[in-house]
């Protein structure tokens, strides 16, 4: 093309000697369009180097990543980096061809709640039953068999890629964009399905590590704590009987990462978990989302819905903020968990389920009680073993086993070096009284390693409450918010400048 491409610019300039505009312009339009040619076939070229570079990038990722969960998390966020898709699913088939997630993430590398809820079924058993990936442009516009849903959905951009083992499929990737047309470009999913056997290898290892494990004990759950370690040891022997848990404890302990451990080293492992979050929905939608419900049962009601009961079938529902849930509610929660059937709103079908319930509160079940917000015929249905976790002020004996096991973490995902803390930072943490808990703890690390310079981690600070004994009313009070809210936009401001030096670094 070089060559071509130089012949054209003499064969101008021996035109434009010889007087012959004409032909010249002629043999410089010529170059011109092969000078483009040529930047688009570079561009293209480039293109390609680096989405391979980036898997190859991912594939040792992949390969140092331990555990089902870890490494389907790094599957999709190698996938989503070179795929424009908003989000991504893994999920694993099982023995009586029900699938289960593995993870569902978005572009931002944040989890997604009841995946099972915002997908196409029609779509996977398409891929699952051809053996070959689904590609759909706008899904909105094609036929499909759960059409409604796919409609509800506003689903648009879809590609589903299964995952075969000895010629059958034994799960899938599943990424989307469900706003947009045709976003996908198909040297980008060339380069995704190229990565495919180095996926399969990954998962195919890592499932049959897990069958392998043992399975005493409730994995995933970090503490030194003898407290804890007691009441792990105790939810870990009774995780596969049929009974329901009630988990207690301030927000932030890791009452949810306990659930999703239980439900893990339970029979049902296999089936759904459903996390769902009672004081985030709406009162007048909770019956709905909880129980589901038939088309025109009410307005704004266009199709079928099924609730999360039926959606955790043969699974496990978490109901997180129990007693946040409006007492109406809490009465028609009861006859299901008494009856073992739900019944659709607007519907007169009962539909027999077969979930496990795990609930959890902030608050002590009693004063939730007295306080007229959790009935006490629903408490007792579902106290079956209930269990504290104790907030992490009366454990700080794990405050620096949580801090090396979150700065790892964040190490990885930020492709940072390696961090350590300094004793001027630990003895911070370990003055702290944590008033948000793990959750706290998480972010403060989080923070302070985006913002650590040769490796060390000098000084933490703190963006969450304090356990003050002065009112913010106060003039005092009132200088320490201001001084917290400078201190937290100053703190904003650092940490962007922080993301765009790694963001520009040569990692």
């Known amino acids: 093309m070089s060559n071509e491409l130089y012949n054209k610019i003499r064969e101008a300039e021996a035109s434009l000697r010889q007087g012959d505009a004409k032909a010249a312009r002629l043999h410089l339009s010529r170059a011109r369009s092969m000078a483009s040619r040529a930047q688009r076939t570079t561009t293209a070229l480039q293109g390609d180097v680096d989405r391979y570079q980036l898997l190859m990038e991912r594939t040792l990722k992949v390969t140092l990543a331990d555990g089902l969960e870890p490494i ?73 068999s759960d059409q409604a849903s796919v409609h509800q959905l506003q689903l648009r951009s879809v590609v589903c890629l299964p995952l075969v083992e000895d010629q059958k499929v034994f799960g899938f990737v599943y990424l989307d964009d469900p706003n947009k047309q045709g976003v996908f470009d198909d040297a980008a999913l060339t380069a995704v399905q190229s990565w495919l056997p180095v996926v399969n290898g990954a998962v195919v290892r890592a499932r049959a590590a897990a069958k392998q494990a043992p399975t005493e004990g409730l994995n995933g759950v970090v503490t030194r704590s003898d407290a804890l370690t007691e009441q792990l040891t105790e939810l870990a022997r009774i995780a596969r009987f049929e009974v329901s848990i009630l988990l ?14 239980l439900h893990e080293a339970s029979d049902r492992s296999a089936r759904p978990f459903v996390h769902v979050n009672c004081g985030a929905i709406p009162e007048s939608l909770i019956e709905s989302e909880l129980f589901g419900h038939k088309k025109g049962a009410f307005t704004g009601a266009m199709a079928d819905k099924p609730g999360k009961f039926e959606v955790a079938e043969g699974g496990t529902i978490f109901l997180d903020e129990l007693d946040s849930m409006p ?32 609930a959890a509160m902030g608050t002590d079940p009693s004063d939730a009680i007295d306080e007229g917000r959790l009935r006490e015929d629903l408490y007792y249905r579902l106290a079956v073993f209930v269990t504290h976790i104790p907030p992490l002020r009366q454990r700080m004996q794990d405050v620096p086993l949580l801090a090396s096991h ?11 070096p390696p961090i350590r803390l300094s004793e001027t930072a630990l003895d911070a943490l370990l003055r702290h009284d944590w008033p948000g808990n793990v959750r706290e703890l998480r972010n403060t690390l989080d923070r302070a390693a985006l913002l650590a310079r040769d490796g060390v981690i000098e000084d933490v600070s703190f963006q969450g409450r304090r356990r003050a004994s002065g009112s913010e009313d106060s003039p005092s009070g009132l200088i320490e918010r201001i001084e917290r809210t400078a201190q937290h936009f100053v703190q904003i401001l650092s940490e962007r400048e922080a993301l765009r030096s790694f963001e520009t670094a040569d990692v």
């Open 406 to 416: 979150f700065l790892e973490d964040t190490r990885k995902r930020y492709r940072l």
């Open 327 to 358: 007492l109406s509610c809490q009465v028609r929660l009861l006859v299901v968990l008494q009856e073992r059937v739900v019944t659709r709103l607007g519907g007169n079908k009962a539909t027999p389920i077969d979930v496990r319930v795990i």
């Open 72 to 144: 389907a998390e790094q599957i999709l966020d190698g996938m989503l980096a070179i795929v424009d898709a908003q989000r991504g699913f893994v999920g694993l088939i099982g023995d009586d061809n029900r699938w289960t997630f593995l993870a569902a993430r978005s572009v931002a590398q944040s989890d997604i709640d009841d995946p099972s809820a915002q997908i196409s079924r029609s779509i996977i058993a398409q891929a699952i039953g051809s053996r070959e990936p689904v590609i759909t442009h706008d899904a909105a516009g094609q036929e499909f």
């Open 248 to 261: 207690t404890g301030e927000t932030g302990t890791g009452k949810s990462l306990i659930a999703r451990r």
